[in-house]
């Protein structure tokens, strides 16, 4: 079983930056495809960044030049790096993992069902 635990959400005003973790225990290989997902209220769960074993990145276009996905190995930990957030960033965040596969698929953020493991998400509230 793995268990992922988000944390580092917050309040900020517009303009502003979060840092999200998700920290990863139980049974986790060195062989994977990390996700961030985000879902606000009355929408539907989106894809926002993805990392995989081999260092490959998918971004949502929504995101890209502002948040940047990584990984701290020797703490088993993914991270979410948020920039110049907007107001329209506020919503529930999750990590997501998938193992044994070396490369994330090409349309990964749009494949929520590959994700077995999941988080229990930490909230991110941007005011303008």
């Known amino acids: 079983q793995v268990h992922l635990v988000e944390s580092g959400g917050g309040a900020v005003q517009s303009g502003g930056s979060l840092r999200l973790s998700c920290a990863a225990s139980?049974?986790?290989?060195?062989?994977?495809?990390l996700t961030w997902w985000r879902q606000a209220p009355g929408q539907e769960r989106e894809g926002v960044a993805a990392?995989?074993?081999?260092?490959?990145?998918r971004y949502a276009d929504s995101v890209k030049g502002r948040f940047t996905i990584s990984r701290d190995g020797s703490k088993n930990t993914l991270y979410l790096q948020m920039d110049n957030l907007k107001p329209e960033d506020t919503a529930m965040y999750y990590c997501?993992?998938?193992?044994?596969?070396?490369?994330?698929?090409?349309?990964?953020?749009?494949?929520?069902?590959?994700?077995?493991?999941w988080g229990q998400g930490t909230q991110v509230t941007v005011s303008s």
């Open positions: 990392l995989d074993s081999v260092g490959g990145t």
């Open positions: 997501a993992a998938r193992y044994l596969e070396r490369e994330c698929k090409t349309h990964v953020l749009t494949e929520r069902g590959l994700f077995a493991y």
């Open positions: 139980g049974y986790t290989y060195s062989i994977y495809c």
